[in-house]
RNA sequence: GGGUAGGUUGAGCAGGUGGUGAGCUCCGCUGGCUGUAGACCAGCCGCCUUCGGCUGUGGGGGUUCGAUUCCCUCCCUGCCCA
């Protein structure tokens, strides 16, 4: 059984460890934080601009939200951290009591490409808003999220493409724990924990490496970077493989940074993936997919037009309690502020409490025999696959 | 009734003054989206047997080797005047 772990701002306690007989990586834990508990495997939905697109807390409360993400690099840029601060702080300022996680703006080194130039010291990179120049380093990224005030900072990072060329992981993964060094001496706040961030790219030993680099500072909890890009899926688990049996005895959470489908998100706590993120349960909700169990529906297909049946029957959302199909459809052939709504309510509603089964599937004892129905849509969990058997 | 401007693929348009009109935007159809520059992007969107072929510029007729273009006539629509 492996000891709590206490921070000043975090505190991870393991409620159903993994079974010793190896068949699952899977394990139940609870993380408290300045803003309240996590109980994990868990799923947080990203609210990049201060808010989770097209709802409001109450929505996301009602999904059953636990913690949300933010961004540091955007709220930076607009409308401030400075001026966030000043407001009372980002829980404040977005009307959410519960916990927050901030993404460094590490990933923005990679998604805004053209816009920034890395050097030793940090990023130059212009602003996708204005144009205009800024500049991050590992201190200013922590100074922004401590202004911003959320639960978990995140370490300044430089991630890559998982496919990029061994030498331009390997100096990027160097630098990064550079990085995550001086992340940790810049972090002052005793109510906000620090993560690190674990690259590596897909290379074993570079991935080992960088686990063991970052899990021999004291941060409070272990993210892993660099996934969820243009990896094939078995690459992807191929990579936790080697990750987190390096963190078996570690008693800090993992978080797997940008994985959000459904079949990723099982596949993942299988191999021992503590927290999740990602837009994606969102985004393709306010594109039109809705998830379901089973599927996906594309609510801009015209057979649902006629179609007077909930998206989902068993589902409490305010989508599925009160609205047809039919009208779902309309919404979005109208471009109608609703759709994006009620279709985004649904997915993260749907999501959250897929993260409920997972647990109560874990806490029984029968994780993943239990998740069969959704085994099937994954369609990778094998029974020779057990993640323990290989590791 | 007179005058005038028009009629182009579901809608709205561009273009075309005798030498091969399938171009655009909507709408529509189908995919995609994973630490959010994303209520977005991509493909298709006249017909067929689709690396090609056929049809198509309001209807009919005429001139011509060849007509969307020139001529005649008819129909329809907007506006102005009676």
Same mark, same amino acid.
């Given at each position: ?16 460890? /993994?079974?010793?007989?190896? @068949?699952?990586?899977?394990r139940?834990?609870?993380l408290t ?22 709802? #409001? ?5 009602? !999904? ?13 840029l ?13 829980? %404040? ?9 901030t993404?460094?703006g590490g ?19 212009r @602003?996708?808003?204005?144009? #205009?120049?800024?500049?991050?380093t /590992?201190?200013?990224a ?8 959320? +639960? ?6 430089q991630?890559?493409?998982? &496919? ?6 390997? *100096?990027?993964t *160097? ?9 940790? !001496? ?5 109510? $906000?924990a ?20 970052i ?14 890009? +243009?990896?094939?899926?078995q ?7 080697v ?29 021992g ?7 994606l ?15 996906r ?11 007077? *049946?909930?998206? $989902? !029957? ?6 599925? %309690?009160?609205?047809?199909? !039919? ?9 109608e502020?609703l759709a994006y %709504?009620?279709?985004?309510?649904h997915?993260l509603?749907?999501?959250? +409490? ?8 874990? %806490?029984a ?6 998740? &069969?129905? &959704?085994?099937v ?5 094998? @029974?020779?696959?057990?993640?323990g058997?290989s590791?």
């Amino acid at each position: 059984m492996i000891a709590p772990f206490a921070s000043g701002a975090a505190r991870y306690e393991l409620d159903v460890p /993994p079974p010793a007989d190896g @068949s699952t990586r899977a394990r139940v834990g609870r993380l408290t934080l300045t803003h309240g508990v996590v109980e994990t495997p868990q799923f947080m939905p990203v609210g990049t601009n201060a808010t989770v697109k097209a709802l #409001s807390p109450d929505d996301l409360r009602d !999904a059953g939200a636990s913690i949300i993400l933010a961004n540091t690099y955007h709220l930076y840029l607009r409308p401030g951290h400075e001026r966030i601060e000043r407001l009372g702080g980002l829980h %404040r300022f977005m009307d959410w009591d519960r916990p927050i996680l901030t993404d460094s703006g590490g990933f923005q080194v990679v998604s805004l490409g053209d816009l920034r130039v890395v050097d030793e010291d940090g990023v130059t990179f212009r @602003s996708h808003l204005d144009g #205009s120049i800024h500049r991050f380093t /590992p201190e200013h990224a922590i100074g922004v999220q401590e202004a911003l005030g959320s +639960d978990i900072a995140v370490a300044f990072d430089q991630p890559v493409y998982p &496919s990029s060329p061994l030498a331009v992981v390997a *100096e990027a993964t *160097e630098r990064t724990h550079r990085w995550a060094e001086r992340s940790l !001496a810049a972090h002052s706040r005793e109510d $906000q924990a620090l993560f690190g961030i674990v690259q590596g790219g897909l290379d074993p030993e570079l991935r080992a490496a960088s686990t063991r680099f970052i899990a021999d500072l004291p941060v409070d909890g272990i993210c892993i970077g660099g996934l969820a890009g +243009d990896e094939t899926a078995q690459q992807r688990d191929e990579t936790l493989d080697v990750v987190v049996p390096l963190l078996a005895d570690d008693p800090r959470p993992r978080y797997l940074m940008g994985l959000g489908s459904p079949a990723d998100l099982l596949e993942a706590v299988h191999r021992g993936i503590d927290l999740f993120d990602s837009v994606l349960p969102a985004r393709v909700a306010r594109n039109g997919q809705l998830w379901v169990p089973g599927g996906r529906l594309n609510m801009r297909n015209q057979r649902f037009l006629d179609d007077p *049946e909930p998206v $989902q !029957a068993d589902c409490p959302c305010l989508l599925c %309690r009160r609205f047809s199909r !039919a009208y779902l459809a309309h919404l979005f052939r109208a471009k109608e502020l609703l759709a994006y %709504r009620l279709a985004t309510c649904h997915n993260l509603t749907f999501t959250l +409490d897929f993260m409920v089964r997972i647990r109560a599937s874990i %806490r029984a004892g029968t994780f993943p025999a239990t998740m &069969s129905e &959704s085994r099937v849509r994954a369609g990778r969990l094998s @029974s020779g696959e057990a993640a323990g058997t290989s590791a």
